[in-house]
């Protein structure tokens, strides 16, 4: 019996574009625009993935800034929120490189991962773009459209 389930080696975009940690935030946005792309890959000065960054990303730069409710109790003043959280935030608002908005926590898959398997990842996760890795080495990249035209076809 033949196994015909295809793979992500089957329907990845092998020419990634990808950015550094150092692509300036407006650049990024030009990037997406120009090559009609909705995220990236972010790899190191060596090649290696270090993050990924999206669209969603540059949106959430500009969403208005949640100023964290305080309780003050015997004139200390206490934050509700984890300051860690409220520094991402600020962070992320006056990002001005990829480094400072990119998630680090990247979800991949291999050049074996079965269509079924993406599509539930994808689904699960909540994402919407898989680099494909061979061992270490980046070599594709998954989006929607990608696993839409595969099940379409």
């Given amino acids: 019996m033949t196994d015909n389930v295809l793979k992500a080696a089957d329907i990845m975009t092998r020419d990634v574009i990808t950015v550094t940690p150092e692509t300036s935030v407006e650049e990024l946005g030009r990037l997406f625009i120009e090559r009609d792309i909705s995220g990236a890959p972010v790899v190191d000065s060596e090649g290696r993935l270090v993050g990924i960054v999206t669209e969603n990303d540059l949106i959430k730069k ?75 080495r980046l070599v594709g990249i998954i989006g929607k459209k990608d696993v839409i035209r595969a099940i379409s076809g």
């Fill in 62 to 136: 500009e969403r208005p800034f949640h100023i964290p409710t305080i309780i003050r109790i015997f004139d200390a003043i206490i934050p509700i929120e984890s300051d860690s959280r409220v520094e991402e935030e600020i962070k992320k608002m006056t990002a001005t490189t990829v480094q400072d908005i990119c998630t680090r926590d990247v979800i991949t898959v291999d050049v074996d991962t079965t269509l079924p398997e993406i599509a539930e990842i994808m689904t699960e996760k909540g994402v919407h773009l898989l680099p494909v890795m061979d061992g270490d």
